[in-house]
């Protein structure tokens, strides 16, 4: 094909439409690393040639099951699992799971694909995967959880393994769904492997795996502030959700000097003007990953505001943490941040702001890390755990958080090298993206026509 024939972003996009209706975060999410990458290989014939792109955004498989579990009551329910193998060019297929009311097939061919340029950017060989449920894990006793687990996991056992695909948690599954989900697998298999990360560190789990996405957005943070010539020390910081990710990168502000005045929920978001510090923080902790309980309690327990049903991007800070989920920045909420004077945006979710905000961002030179960079800790050191696994051994924390450190450092260093415009601005989006893709797609060329 001569170059000037080349399909355009345009014409790309209306043909990923078509074929893929209605799923409007797979689209959003497609595009976003379209318009780079489209700009990149515009005179590099061999990736057009092979297709390399439109074979990116076909996921290798996608798998919905039925998940059939009864409740406490002894009512038979019906839930629908899934799993987005997506690209496994570079290693095994490897992402979370998500337990959500909100999960379709959209959302999890979205997360897949991101997670395809994310697992690239760590330098692991790891492919990129996703999958979950639509079943809602609020309010549902301990033994709910452990049916629905072992009945996700009678059908989705036969699609993984540790050179297949190497699940994890993400929104609605932590360290007692995977515990639930590895003892399944474990019992149908008969085989003890590293088919899972983020397991108890009795049984394979690696240390710092809980914390390491907070505190990998919180580093990405840190470099970018330090290529700008500033550090976090005093830096007041806006932070949604109360999760996993959201407290951990709390305490990483915290460790560094910063000040934490928000955390959400689905309820609603806290203002807390002192700042959530160790003391706040282990409440809200225990609060959320240990009661399950609702924000506005933090609320009530430090007499601070709480505001229903409102997030938390219209109070004035240096920096915004979004870590509850995705399109959680509407356009306007950016343009609210950037009026006051947000200075830096580390995305602890995915895809947590939408596309015209990126741009509302970009164009006012915010330090802006996309999350396929800056939430990217996470499933590198679930990376490192499948080789400890394979190892049959276990590493020394500090090890650990220092490689945790130097691979995010490392990310930092290919948004720069594939991101910096000539006045010097990082555009960490256009880098991530970038650099995300020509290892896989150098892999995809590799193998030919596959
Ligand atoms: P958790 O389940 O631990 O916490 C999720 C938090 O976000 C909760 O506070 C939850 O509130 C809130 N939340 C979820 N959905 C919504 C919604 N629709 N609207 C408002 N608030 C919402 O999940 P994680 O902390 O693990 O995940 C958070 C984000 O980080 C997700 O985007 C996930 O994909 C991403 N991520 C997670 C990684 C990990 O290692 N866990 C790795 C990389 C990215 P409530 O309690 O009310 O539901
Ligand atoms: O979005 C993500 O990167 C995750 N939920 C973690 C994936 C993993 O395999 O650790």
Request: hydrophobic share 35%; proline share 3%; net charge negative.
């Amino acid at each position: 094909m001569a170059v000037s024939d080349h399909v355009n972003l345009e014409q790309f996009m209306q043909g990923l439409k078509r074929r893929n209706p209605g799923e409007t975060e797979f689209h959003q999410a497609v595009y976003e690393v379209a318009a780079n990458v489209f700009d990149y290989i515009s005179d590099k014939e061999i990736y057009h040639e092979m297709q390399i792109f439109r074979r990116m955004a076909e996921p290798d498989r996608v798998i919905s099951f039925r998940v059939c579990w009864e409740d406490d009551n002894g009512n038979i329910r019906v839930n629908r699992g899934y799993r987005v193998q997506n690209n496994n060019a570079i290693g095994p297929y490897k992402g979370g799971l998500r337990f959500h009311p909100s999960v379709n097939q959209s959302i999890l061919k979205f997360l897949a694909f991101e997670q395809t340029f994310k697992n690239s950017l760590t330098g692991l060989p790891m492919g990129g995967g996703k999958g979950g449920s639509d079943f809602n894990p609020k309010g549902k006793s301990d033994n709910e959880i452990m049916r629905f687990c072992q009945s996700f996991m009678t059908e989705l056992y036969r699609h993984l393994g540790e050179d297949t695909d190497v699940p994890a948690g993400d929104i609605g599954v932590g360290s007692r769904e995977i515990g639930y989900l590895f003892g399944q697998w474990k019992r149908i298999t008969n085989r003890f492997t590293g088919t899972l990360t983020g397991k108890g560190r009795e049984y394979g789990g690696s240390p710092i795996r809980t914390e390491a996405t907070g505190y990998g957005t919180v580093y990405m943070l840190q470099d970018m502030l330090k290529q700008a010539g500033e550090d976090i020390e005093g830096k007041k910081v806006l932070v949604s959700g109360a999760g996993n990710v959201a407290t951990y990168a709390i305490e990483k502000i915290n460790q560094l000097g910063g000040k934490v005045i928000t955390a959400s929920d689905s309820s609603g978001f806290v203002h807390d003007p002192h700042g959530i510090d160790e003391e706040r923080l282990a409440f809200l902790m225990h609060l959320k990953n240990v009661r399950r309980g609702r924000i506005e309690e933090y609320a009530e327990e430090f007499n601070v505001d709480f505001y229903e049903g409102k997030r938390p991007w219209q109070v004035q800070a240096d920096v915004a943490l979004p870590c509850a989920t995705q399109n959680e920045i509407s356009q306007k909420e950016a343009q609210t941040l950037i009026k006051n004077g947000i200075k830096a945006v580390s995305e602890g979710a995915n895809m947590p702001t939408e596309q015209d905000g990126i741009h509302d961002f970009i164009n006012a030179k915010v330090l802006f890390a996309p999350s396929k960079a800056a939430n990217a800790g996470g499933v590198a050191i679930s990376g490192l755990e499948m080789s400890q696994n394979s190892a049959r051994r276990t590493w020394k924390e500090e090890e650990l958080q220092d490689l945790l450190r130097n691979i995010m450092g490392d990310i930092h260093e290919s948004c720069v090298e594939y991101g910096k415009a000539d006045d010097g601005y990082i555009d960490y989006v256009k880098g991530a993206n970038i650099a995300g893709f020509i290892k896989v797609a150098d892999a995809m060329i590799a193998y030919g026509v596959v």
